[in-house]
């Protein structure tokens, strides 16, 4: 069973310009979240999506949206790039069929540099 | 502020021994606590987990142990391996979400080093 997928995996922007990362989920799980790593902040949480919408959304600026499609693939975009936006970005996804652990399958990441 | 306390940002252990990683949280609503642990170059891997209606999980070599009353929870890895040297995070769960099942809320993680 393939794991979570995320592409790219490094890149470099330039401040003020624009990202967008893609997150493939494991096949069967609706459910995809996003979180930002960074040295001094440990694993912040963006949004998670399911069936194509928002359900819960972090203390991120509006910078930062994201989407779902159809097939539970998501993308995570960021608009008007700072330097602060550095970070290791994570995807992760679940099944969420039922109560219990949120126990969620993580990707290897996206790395961005903004110089 | 910090839901989720890992005030450890690093700990060293040798080989054989206990480790024991620490968890601290604020929030009485958290109803479900998870222990993840990330390789460079990897994202965090699910590791153990408990319910806030128990006390002590328990799975092979890893055991977590919650204190309601403290607000606290703990990792213990016994034996400590080599192999587990890796950043450990500490994720709460929050259960006011109606349909949702929330976000993880985590910790700045726990920088574990084995020695042989």
């Known amino acids: 069973k393939a794991g979570v997928t995320q592409t790219p995996r490094y890149l470099i922007k330039t401040r003020g310009q624009q990202v967008t990362l893609s997150c493939s989920p494991i096949?069967?799980?609706?459910?995809v979240s996003w979180y930002q790593q960074t040295p001094g902040q440990g694993l912040q949480f963006l949004f998670e999506?399911?069936?194509?919408?928002?359900?819960n959304k972090g203390n991120f600026p509006g910078r930062f949206s994201g989407r779902q499609f159809s097939n539970s693939r998501s993308e995570m975009n960021v608009s008007t790039l700072e330097l602060g936006d550095s970070a290791l970005y994570l995807c992760?996804?679940?099944?969420?069929?039922?109560?219990?652990?949120?126990?969620?399958?993580f990707g290897a990441g996206s790395r961005l540099t903004v110089l | 502020d910090q839901q989720v306390k890992q005030n450890s940002p690093s700990l060293s252990v040798q080989e054989g021994r206990i480790s024991i990683l620490n968890c601290d949280y604020t929030?009485?609503?958290?109803?479900?606590f998870l222990w993840y642990k990330k390789y460079p170059a990897e994202g965090p891997t699910f590791l153990i987990s408990?319910?806030?209606?128990?006390d002590k999980n328990e799975d092979g070599r890893f055991t977590v142990f919650l204190n309601k009353s403290a607000k606290h929870l703990s990792l213990h890895i016994v034996p400590s391996q080599p192999g587990d040297s890796a950043v450990y995070f500490c994720?709460?769960?929050?259960?006011?979400?109606?349909?949702?099942?929330?976000?993880?809320?985590f910790g700045k993680g726990t920088k574990l080093s084995v020695k042989p």
């Open positions: 994720a709460a769960r929050g259960s006011n979400y109606g349909g949702s099942q929330g976000n993880l809320i």
């Open positions: 929030n009485s609503m958290f109803d479900y």
């Open positions: 992760a996804s679940s099944f969420r069929s039922s109560p219990g652990a949120n126990v969620l399958t």
């Open positions: 408990i319910s806030s209606i128990k």
């Open positions: 999506y399911f069936s194509e919408t928002q359900r």
């Open positions: 096949s069967g799980h609706r459910s």
